[in-house]
């Protein structure tokens, strides 16, 4: 195991503020900072750190820890991992006898493969096997030097080449398969490549490591484009194509695009602003990864039926995370590749200059939806445009795209903006009813850790005070250790916390969040986070772990009236005076 200590040398060099901030952007407010959290949809900030215990805590989704758990949820990593990526941070080394998890080594040796292969698809392109491949990519008009900044290759038109060499290096055909760089024959038992035939497009993460690959197909049957399924490394709705490339310059925007060729393109002609989603649509993840870098986005989708869907999803998405949007349109041509190919990058320049704000689009696709030269039509138009305009935060743009539309239509401000009320106060109604229902959710999820506190939640108050105010008031813990055990705790996760908490007496460990890493679950220490940062907003002391402690046992010993009922007359002469005792 890694000592508590360099863990806690650990955190001091990795200051949560400093490091949240790289994922974040945090706004002071007093002793805390804020922003819009990481880890789900929200447009008001409900992610809080709390630079003074060192942890942090979303109202909105539960999620919570220390910098450690912060970083296992934002990088997908596991705990050893985790303290890896922290310590080379922070330019540490990890005690050599720590104990290597199984899953960080994987990840490890998925990398590596991944490496080798993107070095073998480089160089089978050049080779006389690869040429029908290089020629495809030299007539879709890349340059030689954008073909090697992006690391295009070829995979071969053969069952084992990747495969073979892997395996020469002395990888296993397990851990091949584990990369998705190899499948199990279920007829013969042996292992084949899984891309065969295609131009290869290596996706690579901000760090800078190989962790997938998309692959176009040059003949023979299968989709045109294959890309890598999810691996250990690899989470195709949580990262973008060449935003390793984007965020080395300093961005005022991200171009979103359909594809990987549009995007190359895109850079070869200097807008290496241009990224693009990984065969799926547009995710509200990759939206919140893009929010860590820009406040606007232009999107650059094709001109087709599904890219008018994907980009009425898109600007959804993105002003959930607070992004602007703007879209493209793209005259003359199907996608931004082809029309950089005609007309060339200084009239593309001008078009993403040009392009609509999400607003504008929406309003002109509803005008486009119907025929407003009809009084029915015109009616269904200002229907649909009351809607879009009641999903606006700000009152002034409300009223400015109210005035237009009273222009265009021949009607009346006043009279748009009053429906444009009502529709505001009907969705506040049913969001308030939502809320509600929300959050006996939220209970319902919390209660699935720890279910005991929908049965007994006085029990649970009482435990939660005591955890709080010894997280807060670690001295108490001495005394409180004498009166109260695990075993007289309700809700089992409250006593493994107790429980660990009692450890640290004997070791001498400070009581910290850090002490809740490696045995519980991010969910159990997204709870831990919440008690601990309660109580320092409600100042417990050692006090309120002791009344807290009574309580406990109190509620314990405490009866139903049924239960009463059926005591004797000195179980109940009993009973009475323990009560009387827990009370003093």
Known sequence: MIPQSFIEELKMNCDIESVVSSYVQLRKRGRISTGLCPF?????????????????????????????????????????????????????????????????????????????????????????????????????????????????????????????????????????????????????????????????????????????????????????????????????TKNLFALNFAKKQKLERLILCEGYMDVIAMHQAGFTEAVASLGTSLTSDQCRLASSYVEEAVLAYDSDEAGQKATKRAISLLDEVGIRSKVLSIPDAKDPDEYIKKFGGTRFKKLIEQSAGSTEYELSKISAKYDVATPEGKISALKDAVNLLAGMKNPLEREVWAAKLARDYGTTKEGILSQVQTKIKRRARA???????????????????????????????????????????????????????????????????????????????????????????????????????????????????????????????????KEIGELSGDELAAYIERMRKAKK
């Not at 109202?59 to 080379?88: H, S, T």
């Not at 294959?226 to 490394?233: G, L, Q, R």
């Not at 809700?491 to 460990?509: D, P």
Request: some cysteine; hydrophobic content about 35%; overall charge neutral.
């Open 40 to 236: 789900h949809s929200e447009k008001t900030g409900s992610f809080t750190v709390y630079p003074e215990s060192q942890s942090f805590y979303c109202f909105g989704c539960g999620a919570g820890g220390d910098v450690i758990g912060f970083i296992r949820r934002i990088e997908n990593l596991e705990y050893v991992e985790a303290i890896k990526f922290l310590a080379q941070r922070a330019g540490m080394n990890v005690p050599e006898d720590a104990a290597e998890d199984k899953t960080a080594l994987l990840k490890t040796k998925i990398l590596e493969m991944n490496r080798e292969a993107a070095r073998f698809y480089f160089s089978e392109l050049t080779k006389p096997s690869g040429k029908a491949a290089l020629d495809y990519l030299l007539g879709r008009g890349l340059e030689p030097k954008t073909i090697k900044h992006f690391g295009l290759g070829y995979a071969p038109n053969e069952w084992t080449s990747l495969t073979d060499l892997l395996a020469s290096k002395g990888y296993r055909y397990e851990d091949m398969e584990a990369a998705q760089l190899s499948r199990k024959s279920n007829k013969s038992g042996r292992y084949y490549d899984v891309f065969r035939d295609r131009v290869m497009f290596p996706i690579i993460d901000l760090r800078g490591n190989v962790i997938g690959f998309g692959g176009r197909k040059m003949s023979g049957d299968g989709p045109k484009y294959y890309n890598s399924p999810d691996t250990p490394v690899f989470k195709k």
């Open 431 to 561: 969001e308030g009813a939502r809320a509600i229902s929300g959050q006996s959710a939220q209970t319902t999820t919390f209660g699935g850790a720890v279910p005991e506190k929908l049965r007994n939640p006085a029990s649970a108050a009482a435990e939660e005070r005591l955890l709080g105010a010894l997280m807060r008031s670690p001295e108490a813990l001495s005394t409180v250790s004498t009166v109260v055990s695990p075993n007289d705790f309700v809700c089992e996760l409250y006593g493994r916390f107790y429980e660990k908490l009692l450890s640290t007496l004997s070791t001498g460990t400070e009581v910290s969040l850090t002490l809740f890493g490696e045995d519980f679950t991010l969910e159990q220490q997204g709870i831990i986070a919440k008690l601990t940062n309660l109580a320092r907003e409600h100042r417990y002391s050692a006090e309120d772990a002791a009344e807290a402690a009574k309580n406990i046992l109190r509620l314990k010993e405490k009866k139903t009236d």
